[in-house]
């Protein structure tokens, strides 16, 4: 049965992904994001995306009245097999399916999972999250941003940081301030609300690697009908631990791109081999030696946890250590990157074979520990929830 | 996230774990480490495990095994790493049994394989020459004489050598050491005219010791018929497995009982296990060791899989993987052990400092992590 | 523990320290990155930093300079390193007039090293053709001809090239890329014809760019007179030094601000200084910083002090270790700080993710930490 | 005048030292230790040292009246390069030295200072330390061991453990608990006695390595004189913390012996070179030269702060630092012998070719960052006092 849905997905990508959506994006930002606004990297990309949602496989697992296809864990880890196979570009690079989804299933009335949960699957609407704030990054629960009890509204009031892609979103989720009286792990609620809701201002903010993939947003009485509540008032902080479980995963995922650049190839390509067939540059060898086989033992154990569900089902526990392997080993990555391409790497504008931008991937992934709870954060919940420390 | 364990599987861990916690545990390991006769192991614990049936798990059924595969060999080995139990296992069955499987023709299959089952036959490998292991730099010779073959020469770290019945010796019967191809592979007896052994105390405690052979003859049949360079490297490679799973089982143990004390010990009226940079290092520690356990389970899954020239090669590939990884995870958990325990963790009394000995010995056995991540690259072709 | 400085070096030190925070401080670099000239240098600030006598520290008194050593230039070096400077003192007087002072004549010394002195003659040293440093794999071709020398080939990432007004060019008079011998290195005037320019960002916001010489021709007078393999080795390793004395203001300065940093900085409650497992990252930095200034120091002084054979293959030793150990520490402490600032960490707003771009770059020129491992690896004979 | 003083030095090595004593002992315990039952490990140990008491070179930079040679810090320097030149056996291995010197020197009176200082510096008394307690290590201020006042005297009852020497000591320097009724930095005090006082019981500690060099130490009502308490009642832990730095000095120091194997040379002649003259084991090659530069950073920076007093004025503060950083490296040393030897130094017995106990050093050198205060406290140590840190 397996190998016949295998057969079915492989002759189904055959026809449909074209050429052009089987290679990796030089840039992750460079993934089609959807929207109200798309914004189009390669302009097959809108036409792969509705593919694959009129197959309701850009969220297979979920239930077919939401735009799902209503796979099985192994049917869709099969899918997700074919797709690596051929290096197919995942269609839909989106938080409300990594991020808005789980809340909306979990804590989510059918209201509102009928009302956003079918835009979410096709890419209609694209979605923000409104999370840290200037004086609340690792320490979340601190956070100021008020809302204020209008009878069936609320009023929102005060700012945001590091929102990803906030300026090209059309709707943010968003952890707000509803009760100042009680301690600050109680007072929290999560909210949805259009971004073009009068009083929300968006400001991009620049990162070192040149792009501004985060912003800063701005919420001065801005009106959130209570309807658009998810969960009970006071209850966003437990939605909130949740939902960052799903957000590690979906950031050390990111490390799982794999470029078409081989990174032992390529040093090949540059220095060359000893008298043995070795590289020349021995001691890169050695670099290169290591961080492969912890690459490979990292993506095995994700692959593993991948394909048997009972394997995974400490997984939102362990979200935290798949988080910050991944994205260490991504920095490692691309320092491993800039040893073998040399200084042609450290041009703003260079672009290796696949097109990979070497500089500004590099300078990127160094906010990958950051983002989403910082290594630090991470370390602490393995240390704290998985091992039972003190 | 690592692979959950079939219920077979399940079964043969936990008795395993609960026979070696009675018979072979770490007491055990003391009593006999400080043992005053020369035997390598004790025979009639070995008589059990045999009657467990453990010493046939990775043998083909026909010649009395169980063919639950290297997966289900390498549970028993892990409960012996993390147990630091002394047995032939190692040798007798990891490299022995697995060179007769891999290169001998049916006869000597079934003449040998059912005793190792049983536990009537005990083995030694000796390949290594050198403190370094380097499968083809072998100059001990073989000659072809009219009486069958006449071995010569020098091993060195041989296990268990004053107790097996037999060596399986590789002697190089053409070319010159380091070529690949020549080799050939031989089951002298141990009381063979020429054979002789000297012990040397290691630090683990188990016996290793050189092997002089002095024009020793063996008659043909002792001459396993399928040798070639590619068989001697697949043997290698279930061999790194099997080492692999034991220093599997050291990191997990090394890593439970360090937990253990940092959630007991206290220092400046908190338990140590309270300090952030602890649990940082505890928290990396922990996910090293997920990533061991992963890439231990995928070789020898591609071990138990393999049937055409690709699928060895993926194995071989992920055996050097698993080696090389293991040593790496063993040596962050045996220094950490010792590290986060203190002043005890040094001392002989204490247990957690006697898994640093182990895993150093099983680290070097066939290629350390040098050795293996070479390989590594040399395969990936860089 | 590091090395005092001499009254004389501490008030160089200082001088260049105010200068530098009131002329050349991190606000004037992001005027500068953000400017829309094609420039390579700010030509006032250059004569400025001249008149202050900065770019004959390391020249002969009889050429004007005021033969404070290498372990003076360093001074300046480390200082433009914490501020981010951007001037042509790398370019002119670390790799351009250490070149002329090395392997140029007598008469050759006298026309150019006052004027580098002074400020009038700006400099870049074009030597590396590819991404990786590999000093005699220089394929450019030099010619001799009836009017002197005829010079073909490409040269990359060659500094500050839309601005300065000679090239030091290396180029092949004969043999094969790779040979050690038969290199010459010529001073090229920018606006010689054949010579063209092509600049391209890089991520320092420095200019650097490909060089092309299209059958350049040059007289006599502008060939170095005493150029070698051992020269040019010389020539590496002094500019290796000066390149890890700029890489040790950086990680200075990025360790200065961000302890600063973890003092005035709180979350849950605390300064994040406070947390343990940050106290002990930043402990183990500290403590590399030092080292690194340790190194740095040495291989300078065995620079100034060197006059034999045997003081300068010493010199040259250490001036691959210093630039080995600066690479590794400077990684560590750049990539810590941006990881301990957090989010901030990574805004092109705030300073501290400046460092790292400027720190590859130094790190990467003239070969980078596997280069010189390897380097030392082989001067140790392994 | 410099060169003179090293001219003399010189002449007098040459004519004094022996070949025996120009090398280093296999292991570190190997080296002399003086005391009223000195062990003799070889048999020129006792006149080497004799010759070197007798020009005060034992301590060099002590004033003549104790057994010094009243050298300045300059000459001292110079004296300890000319040894190290030929590989001269340090003379006298002695915590008398190293740890209690400073303390008399400071905190004693003249008469301690005349009845302790000369023996020490010949080597006729040899000292160990009562410091640690089973549940007193990194937190040594919570030590229990009692003192009771009796008048004249004080009557010690309890226990230390990791007493290095213990057992071949003459006399302990020893931290008491004199006061309970004040905090606990507050109540302790320094004692010095003679271990064959009725009621001190040794007990050596097996290590792993097999050697015994810690005790445990046990007391049961030991009377020691008041006269011979070190400052004022209570001032204890005031000279513990003083102590402590020269203790972590001589530990790190330890890492400084060179052996005589030289690891790449070492490793050259068991791999051999490939076809361009680099070690055939070119993994190993990276991980032995990252070691050798950074062994050599550290030894630079030793020697820059004993050749520039005022480049080590903050060496008090400092000796964390180097004691966290020597005992790492010494740990790696090890380590890359392991790799070098491979299977052979895993033997009990083996020896190197300058007759290191490989496996033996080994598994001692892990112990270099516990003992003296673990990596964890001097860690704690720098981030607090050096580098500010709340």
């Known amino acids: 049965m397996s190998d016949s849905f295998r057969d079915e997905v492989r002759a189904w990508l055959a026809a449909h992904c074209p050429p052009s959506m089987r290679v990796a994006p030089p840039e992750i930002s460079h993934l089609y994001g959807g929207g109200r606004r798309a914004k189009v990297w390669h302009p097959d990309q809108p036409a792969w995306c509705a593919a694959m949602a009129s197959r309701g496989w850009t969220v297979p697992e979920w239930p077919v009245e939401y735009g799902g296809a209503g796979l099985s864990r192994e ?69 100021m941003t008020r809302a204020e009890d209008k009878g069936d509204h609320y009023l929102v009031n005060g700012q945001k940081i590091w929102t990803s892609y906030g300026d090209e979103a059309d709707w943010m989720f968003c952890l707000v301030r509803t009760n100042t009286s009680v301690p600050k792990h109680e007072g929290i609620s999560f909210v949805l609300f259009d971004m073009n809701t009068p009083g929300v201002t968006v400001r991009p903010i620049k990162l070192i690697s040149g792009a501004s993939p985060f912003c800063e947003v701005f919420f001065e009485n801005v009106r959130v009908e209570k309807t658009n509540r998810v969960g009970e008032e006071g209850q966003g902080w437990a939605i909130a631990t949740y939902l960052l479980s799903h957000e590690r995963e979906m950031i050390s995922s990111l490390g799982k791109i794999r470029h078409d650049t081989d990174p032992g190839r390529r040093a090949l390509e540059i220095f060359g081999t000893d008298g043995e067939g070795r590289l020349r540059n021995a001691s890169l060898r050695q670099t290169l030696a290591r961080y492969q086989l912890d690459a490979a033992a990292f993506r095995l154990w994700i692959e593993h946890g991948e394909r048997h569900p009972s394997a995974s089902a400490g997984m939102g526990a362990m979200s935290s250590a798949v988080k910050y392997y991944g994205t260490e080993l991504n920095k490692r990555r691309n320092e491993l990157y800039l040893d073998i391409e040399g200084a042609d790497a450290l041009l703003w504008d260079a672009r290796g074979p696949a097109g ?30 998985v091992l039972g420390l003190p | 996230m690592t692979l959950p364990l079939t219920e077979e599987q399940e079964m043969l861990s936990r008795s395993v774990a609960e026979f070696v916690a009675d018979r072979a545990s770490i007491t055990q390991f003391r009593a006999w480490r400080d043992r005053t006769t020369e035997t390598a192991f004790d025979s009639a614990l070995w008589r059990e495990i045999a009657e467990m049936g453990w010493c046939g798990i990775a043998i083909d059924e026909a010649y009395g095994g169980s063919a639950l595969g290297y997966s289900g060999l390498a549970l028993v080995l892990e409960q012996f790493g993390r147990h630091l139990s002394i047995t032939p296992m190692n040798a007798t069955v990891l490299a022995g049994a697995t060179a007769i499987s891999l290169m001998g023709s049916e006869t000597q299959k079934t003449s040998w394989l059912p005793a190792i089952v049983d536990g009537s036959l005990t083995l030694s490998l000796a390949w290594g020459e050198g403190a370094h292991f380097a499968p083809f730099a072998v100059a001990t010779r073989a000659e072809k004489t009219a009486q069958g073959w006449q071995l010569s020469g020098v091993k060195h770290h041989v296990e268990d050598l004053s107790s097996v019945d037999r060596f399986i010796v590789v002697a190089r019967e053409s070319g010159r050491p380091g070529d690949r191809e020549g080799l050939g592979v031989f089951v002298v007896p141990h009381d063979a005219k020429g054979v002789s052994v000297e012990a040397t105390p290691r630090v683990d405690a188990r016996q290793c010791g050189t092997l002089t052979l002095d024009d020793v003859v063996v008659d043909d049949g002792c001459r396993l018929t399928g040798v070639t360079s590619v068989a001697l490297e697949r043997l290698a490679g279930v061999i790194n497995a099997g080492l692999a799973a034991e220093l599997l089982g050291i990191c997990e143990e090394t890593f439970a009982r360090t937990l253990k004390y940092l959630k007991e010990r206290s220092q400046f009226g908190k338990l140590i296990g309270s300090y952030q940079a602890l649990q940082h290092r505890a928290a990396h520690w922990f996910v090293e060791v997920q990533l061991a356990r992963t890439i231990v389970q995928e070789a020898l899954l591609a071990l138990d899989r393999a049937r055409d020239a690709e699928g060895y090669r993926q194995a071989d590939m992920l055996c050097s993987m698993a080696k090389a990884k293991l040593a790496q995870v063993a040596e962050l958990s045996t220094n950490e052990a010792i590290q986060m325990h203190g002043g005890i963790g040094m001392t002989d009394a204490f247990d957690i400092g006697l898994y640093i000995k182990r895993a150093r010995v099983l680290e070097q056995a066939y290629g350390d992590q040098h050795h293996h991540l070479d390989r590594l690259a040399a395969l990936e072709g860089y």
Not at chain 1, 82 to 88: D, H, L, N, T, Y
């Open chain 1, 75 to 143: 049917h869709a880890a099969i899918l997700r097999e074919e797709m690596r196979r051929i290096g197919a570009q995942q269609p839909l690079f989106s938080f409300g399916i990594s991020m808005l989804s789980p809340v909306l299933f979990k804590f989510g009335n059918d209201d509102q999972r009928r009302r956003f949960l079918p835009d979410i699957a096709r890419g209609a609407i694209r979605w923000c999250q409104g999370y840290s704030e200037p004086n609340s990054g690792s320490d979340l629960a601190s956070l």
């Open chain 1, 356 to 385: 990979e931008a070497w500089a500004r991937n590099w300078l990127r992934s160094k906010g990958n520990s950051i983002e989403g709870g910082t290594s630090e954060i991470q370390l602490n919940i393995i240390a704290k929830r």
